[in-house]
């Protein structure tokens, strides 16, 4: 078996345990138990059990992780390169951040209520990554053979997922409330946690990625220089890098904004999310410009 | 706020058509190829400026009024900034007891000692402090994180600066693009450019003389598997000298690493073929003899070119298809299969009469105007084959040769950005980053002349660390005997 092929069974490995995670996750959202904690002695504090569905869920999330990583490091040997010169790649590396960045906020909070917004994302892109996207493992294009591919590509896909737990917890708080404003007995909103705690986790992720963004978009330019001899020349890529900057920056915007509710921030945020999978899926594959040569 | 949030989800908004309709400053052609494929609806987007759209009225509007939203607010936030740097922390509130993390303590130490040893902890921690004794007690307000607002005004000043340099690149600025064939080379004037647009301030006089010699080209081309015929390797060596009369000097030149004369840089960005004719009269006068540039069509290179030869007695033009590799295709005819010159073969038309050359219109020296011209004749070539002509004479395919696409630029205002996106960045973290938070002490004798503390902090960005901060302080106060 080559390497290449390794990997594309490390790939459909982590796709197994990812489905396995996602309806472990999705449990928290039917789970009942809790527990009443006497901690400090003024009030008492209810604070969810995590179910071993959850725990699982976890076990199983950290295991794709592993398998992803694995992916990607054997598809790279396979290349002898970094493994960022195709949309399959990215889609790849863009899942394994998304859920690193999950996992390792996981280890200090407590992510559960967000937990299915991200890996469901994550499942789907590397679904996707592995039937519609799927390329040969090969050495890269001319225009790509570059060291900036590492800097650019890299913070790109760093940010990317910061971007899609925001947008998971995102959803999460959009839900639960939604769900709370409908009056809705379900048991699990007892515990589910309140807004601004889901606003302020989304805050800190957002500002963490829109500074690796800001960083992306700049060496970008400084690499689109050195090829194509301007640092800014509206590709669409570039447009939409600059669409999702803005978005991203009117977020953080709105969120010191007087009288916006944490809701309409989040939508914001949510839009930015969309214009990042646009600028992946839709100008990859719709649009023709200097970027295109990224192959499905 | 409101309004910079308006503003920059319209220029979000209004940046989306410039990426979905083709644009004139990435190439006219693709937008001649829509006004022609859809002429109804693309009248009405060209008014509206759909195909310009950075350059359009709309959308520098908006970016301008981001620019003036931008402008008043970080002159304000400057002035407030530079007047709370020389001020002191705001005075200790009336009521501490409200505000977050509140602490009281008693102890046996003085008054006076509390104070000198907290403000010798804010000291050592970098706080900005403010002691005001008074008669009911004294008070101490600190603060810290001013590189805050700083770093968010440095971020927001770095954006008009980044709008200045793109403003100076776009008006000094130029940018061109070279062909060049293998065997031949140019100086860098105007007429050398097959494509150029420059700045309004742009003067012709400021291109630096450099000359440019193709010596040699060569691209290697992937063979096995899917990404068959994807480009692997591109190589140009050249020689050339920074101006007339200077030594020539041999440089290789590839993707992703441009040749650079007096802040002009030179980019190879495309290639083609260049197939080698030579064309006698039936009295064996050579007409016409070198290599014609075909641009290509496609990923396999299929390539399209005209010769024109004026000269002879009367007017000759050939019309030809090149195929790097060619293959004859049942139902598609002839096609190229792969990029490089694995078979090679020339398909000819030959036309006689008016070639509309001396009518002192321009002309496309890519396309053949046939109107006024007579067909001859159609044949495939392969390298070294002759094609005979009663009317014409011989058409000899000589074999192939390369041709290079360089985009020549200059954007003077490129380091100005470079460093305001980089001042802006750094302007972000610190702004995103550093938490602005204050701590304010009250010192007080009770009646059993044992000392109070009463401590609160505030930090509107809800600074995890600032209870640890008091915590730690706190300490400090308690040693004291």
């Not at chain 2, 002879?312 to 598609?332: C, K, M, N, T, W």
Request: hydrophobic letters at 50%; glycine letters at 8%; a neutral charge.
């Amino acid at each position: 078996m080559t390497l290449a092929q390794t990997s594309l069974l490390l790939v459909y490995a982590s796709l197994i345990a990812l489905a396995i995670a996602m309806i472990a996750f999705a449990t928290v959202y039917a789970n009942t138990r809790t527990k009443v904690l006497v901690g400090s002695a003024t009030k008492p504090q209810s604070q969810p059990v995590r179910s071993r569905a959850v725990n699982i869920g976890y076990s199983v999330s950290w295991l794709a992780l592993a398998l992803l990583g694995a992916a990607l490091v054997t598809r790279g040997l396979a290349v002898m390169r970094a493994p960022w010169g195709n949309m399959y790649e990215f889609a790849l590396s863009g899942a394994f951040a998304g859920l690193a960045a999950f996992l390792v906020l996981s280890l200090k909070r407590n992510p559960d209520w967000l937990a299915v917004w991200v890996v469901v994302p994550v499942f789907a892109l590397v679904g996707l990554a592995v039937t519609v996207l799927y390329t040969e493992a090969g050495p890269l294009v001319p225009a790509l053979n570059s060291a900036w591919l590492i800097v650019h590509v890299s913070a790109a896909i760093v940010a990317f997922g910061a971007f899609t737990v925001a947008a998971g917890a995102s959803i999460a708080c959009l839900v639960i409330e939604w769900m709370r404003k409908r009056a809705s007995d379900a048991p699990w909103l007892a515990t589910a946690p309140t807004e601004s705690v889901l606003d302020r986790f989304t805050y800190r992720l957002t500002a963490f990625g829109f500074p690796i963004w800001t960083f992306a978009v700049i060496a970008g330019a400084i690499w689109a220089e050195n090829a194509w001899g301007r640092y800014w020349g509206w590709d669409p890529k570039e447009t939409w890098a600059l669409i999702s900057w803005v978005a991203y920056a009117a977020y953080l915007h709105a969120r010191v904004t007087a009288g916006w509710r944490p809701n309409r921030t989040m939508i914001i945020g949510l839009v930015g999310y969309a214009t990042l999978l646009f600028n992946f899926f839709g100008v990859n594959i719709l649009i023709p410009g200097l970027h295109s040569y990224a192959g499905i | 706020m409101r309004t910079a949030l308006i503003l920059l989800l319209l220029l979000a908004l209004a940046a989306i058509p410039g990426s979905l309709f083709p644009q004139r400053s990435a190439g006219v052609s693709a937008v001649n190829q829509y006004l022609e494929d859809n002429p109804n609806l693309g009248r009405v987007l060209d008014a509206l400026g759909m195909f310009d759209v950075f350059g359009s009225i709309w959308f520098t509007a908006i970016y301008l009024l981001l620019l003036i939203s931008v402008i008043g607010c970080v002159v304000p936030r400057l002035r407030a900034h530079l007047d709370s740097l020389r001020s002191a922390p705001p005075p200790v509130p009336a009521d501490l007891s409200r505000l977050a993390d509140y602490q009281q303590l008693t102890t046996k130490a003085s008054a006076a000692d509390v104070v000198t040893t907290a403000e010798a902890w804010f000291r050592k921690h970098h706080w900005r402090l403010a002691t005001k004794a008074a008669k009911s007690g004294t008070g101490l307000s600190a603060e810290k994180g001013y590189a805050r607002e700083t770093g968010n005004l440095l971020f927001h000043a770095s954006l008009i600066v980044i709008v200045v340099g793109v403003a100076v690149g776009a008006l000094w600025g130029y940018r061109g693009q070279v062909l060049v064939r293998e065997g031949t080379g140019f100086s860098n004037t105007l007429v050398a450019y097959d494509e150029f647009s420059a700045g309004r301030l742009f003067d012709a006089k400021n291109l630096p003389p450099f000359g440019f010699e193709l010596e040699d080209f060569e691209a290697e081309f992937e063979r096995e598997g899917t990404q068959k015929g994807s480009p692997r390797q591109f190589t140009a060596s050249a020689l050339t000298r920074s101006e007339p009369g200077a030594n020539w000097q041999r440089e290789t030149l590839e993707v992703n690493h441009p040749l650079e004369f007096s802040g002009t840089k030179i980019f190879l960005t495309g290639h083609g073929y260049a197939p080698v004719l030579t064309v006698t009269d039936p009295a064996g006068h050579v007409q016409f003899s070198d290599s014609v540039i075909f641009l290509p069509r496609d990923g396999n290179f299929t390539s399209i070119g005209v010769v024109k030869i004026p000269d002879a007695p009367q007017q000759v033009g050939l019309e030809g298809i090149f195929l790097p590799s060619a293959v004859v295709d049942e139902e598609r005819g002839p096609i190229s299969v792969f990029p490089a010159p694995d078979s090679p073969a020339l398909f000819l038309v030959a036309w006689q009469g008016d070639l509309g050359v001396d009518s002192g219109e321009p002309q496309n020296v890519y396309q053949l105007r046939t109107e006024d011209m007579k067909r001859l004749g159609v044949t495939s070539l392969l390298p070294g084959d002759v094609w005979s002509l009663p009317q014409l004479g011989h058409v000899r395919f000589e074999g192939v040769d390369r041709f290079i696409s360089l985009q020549i630029a200059h954007e003077p205002g490129r380091q100005l950005v470079l460093v305001a996106s980089i001042a802006a960045l750094i302007g972000l973290l610190f702004g995103l980053f550093v938490p602005r938070r204050r701590i304010w002490l009250k010192v007080t004798n009770d009646t059993q002349k044992k000392t109070v503390v009463e401590v609160a902090g505030l930090s509107r960005q809800g600074y995890a660390g600032l209870s640890s901060d008091i915590a730690e302080m706190l300490g400090e106060v308690r040693r004291v005997k």
